[in-house]
């Protein structure tokens, strides 16, 4: 079946914009999951997602970042006022119920501030 | 001092070597012990994983925990070309809680 599918693949904004990034997870899927992977390091928990709620958000770095789900389906990760510092990889992963260990992550989007 | 570490390598290797991947950790409440492979500009993909302490094998694949040193390895053996990949070790809490990840391990496989 189809896997995690993310988009846009690569993404290069300026400074001060406001980014969109999505998400499909694999159908049926309930937890969802938002990474960010910079240059050289390893990946950054961001937000957790069981159905449309989101009852982990301790990873997101600052208030310019916001997420959310809807239809238990697709989820968006929102950058405002994006910083050079925020030039990263964005991965996101899906499992079927929230705390399992296997989660199925996507290809990432490969954001770039400049 | 971070929750995981991972030297980042980079490792390069003949082919047919045994390859030695480790992390150490600091939490000992971690209970849940994986490694990913992630090929270049690709997501990654679950290895294998371990649950507490012991070995786990899988064709040409080992898991290694050792809780008492908060260590962990993965051995490959007969390690391929196909290999060559950035491996990441993770580990994670019991219940609904984030995995942590190493820094990955880039690994070449020279043929």
């Known amino acids: 079946g189809a896997g995690v599918s993310q988009s846009p693949s690569n993404k290069v904004t300026e400074k001060g914009k406001d980014v969109e990034l999505r998400c499909d997870p694999i159908?049926?899927?309930?937890?969802l999951y938002w990474y960010r992977q910079r240059l050289g390091q390893g990946l950054e928990f961001l937000i957790y997602?069981?159905?449309?709620?989101?009852?982990?958000k301790s990873g997101l770095p600052s208030d310019r970042f916001s997420a959310e789900r809807t239809g238990e389906s697709v989820s968006t990760l929102t950058i405002q006022r994006t910083q050079q510092e925020d030039s990263a990889v964005y991965l996101c992963?899906?499992?079927?119920?929230?705390?399992?260990?296997?989660?199925?992550f996507g290809p990432g989007t490969r954001l770039t501030v400049t | 001092q971070k929750e995981v570490e991972q030297d980042p390598g980079p490792l390069s290797v003949p082919e047919g070597a045994i390859v030695s991947l480790n992390c150490t950790y600091s939490?000992?409440?971690?209970?849940?012990f994986m490694w990913y492979r992630q090929y270049s500009r690709k997501g990654p993909e679950l290895l294998m994983y371990?649950?507490?302490?012991g070995n786990k094998e899988d064709g040409r694949f080992t898991a290694q925990v050792d809780k008492s040193s908060k260590y962990i390895s993965l051995f490959i053996r007969d390690s391929q070309p196909s290999d060559s990949a950035t491996y990441l070790c993770a580990m994670k809490k019991p219940g609904n809680t984030p995995l942590v990840f190493g820094k990955g391990t880039r690994l070449s496989v020279i043929a």
């Open positions: 992963a899906s499992s079927l119920e929230g705390g399992q260990v296997e989660q199925y």
């Open positions: 939490n000992s409440a971690f209970q849940y």
């Open positions: 159908s049926g899927h309930t937890a």
């Open positions: 997602f069981q159905g449309n709620s989101a009852p982990d």
């Open positions: 371990t649950y507490s302490s």
